[in-house]
């Protein structure tokens, strides 16, 4: 059993770093609405024995099973100052382990405001995690040829030049990446798991191109390396969603040697665990196997 440790609520400025300052946040700000006097409310908080993400609350202290847990009986206290002005004794626990949410990027026109707003990204999954989310999905390349693969619109690979999207800058694809670090790092600030959809290695038959330089030859290595540095770039990326079948764009005579060769095993390589998310529409037979000799968590 870890030890409770000593925390007060304080008047300073929200600069969250992790689950349990976002809830330590909510909580000063519930406070601070019904104009108790912060200096005067002390409480303990820390993470103690108990299944995980839940949560106790007892007479000036406030505990969690684990970290997500923790802020979730903050966020429980914020909502009893707010609606009561006191707290209560109280215990939680999750009923269903995931609770998750997924949202597709299908036209830049329509999503360049939000997708680019820190702002939006911080509402958001402020709004997610005091719904008690714990697990977001956000999908690239889902029946459309925009961002198909989205490898290089994140970044640029030196051992494969040709491989490149036609008229997009090097400043915008630095803000791509830069914006993808930041969605699953506020994600991971929230208590929420971020999951990575990869939906299209390849355009579809019927698609017009959007990236050039990609080969039967090489797509295979360059997805390796883009993903393998992806996940090294935005490390709080905590699970990669991979749809497989012919919609991924890759023909069905070579999927399990594409996907288990290649992108399992960038995965596998990440240096920290990262689960392996396989969408289940149409997998080819012996996929699951081609993940669990890869040595993904699946």
């Known amino acids: 059993m870890r030890p409770v440790a000593a925390l007060w609520v304080l008047v300073c400025a929200a600069a969250w770093a992790g689950p349990r300052e976002f809830g330590m946040e909510e909580l000063k700000r519930a406070l601070a609405a019904r104009g108790m006097d912060m200096s005067r409310f002390p409480i303990r ?64 026109d329509l999503e360049e405001d939000w997708y680019y707003s820190r702002e939006h990204w911080l509402d958001f999954f402020a709004m997610l995690a005091r719904n008690r989310f714990n697990r977001f999905n956000l999908v690239f390349a889902h029946q459309t040829n925009y961002l198909a693969p989205p490898y290089p619109f994140w970044l640029s690979l030196p051992e494969f030049p040709q491989i490149r999207v036609p008229g997009l800058t090097a400043a915008e694809q630095s803000r791509n990446l830069e914006m993808l670090r930041f969605i699953s ?16 290695h390849n355009i579809q038959t019927n698609m017009k191109p959007t990236v050039e330089g990609l080969t039967r030859d090489n797509i295979g290595p360059y997805s390796y390396a883009a993903l393998r540095k992806i996940l090294a770039e935005c490390p709080a990326i905590s699970s990669v969603q991979m749809r497989t079948n012919a919609e991924s764009g890759i023909p069905a005579d070579q999927q399990v040697d594409f996907f288990g060769n290649w992108v399992f095993r960038a995965i596998r390589e990440a240096g920290r ?22 040595g993904v968590p699946l």
């Open 185 to 200: 790092q506020t994600a991971e600030d929230h208590g929420i798991d971020f999951a990575l959809g990869v939906w299209e």
């Open 273 to 294: 665990p990262v689960m392996l998310d396989l969408r289940a529409w149409a997998l080819a037979g012996g996929m699951i196997d081609a993940a669990r000799r890869a």
């Open 45 to 108: 908080t820390g993470v103690a024995a108990g299944p995980p993400e839940s949560f106790r609350i007892e007479p000036g202290r406030i505990t969690g099973g684990d970290e997500r847990g923790l802020m979730y009986g903050l966020l429980e206290a914020a909502e009893q100052i707010r609606q009561q002005g006191r707290l209560r004794p109280a215990t939680g626990a999750p009923a269903t382990p995931i609770r998750g949410i997924r949202r597709f990027l299908h036209n830049e």
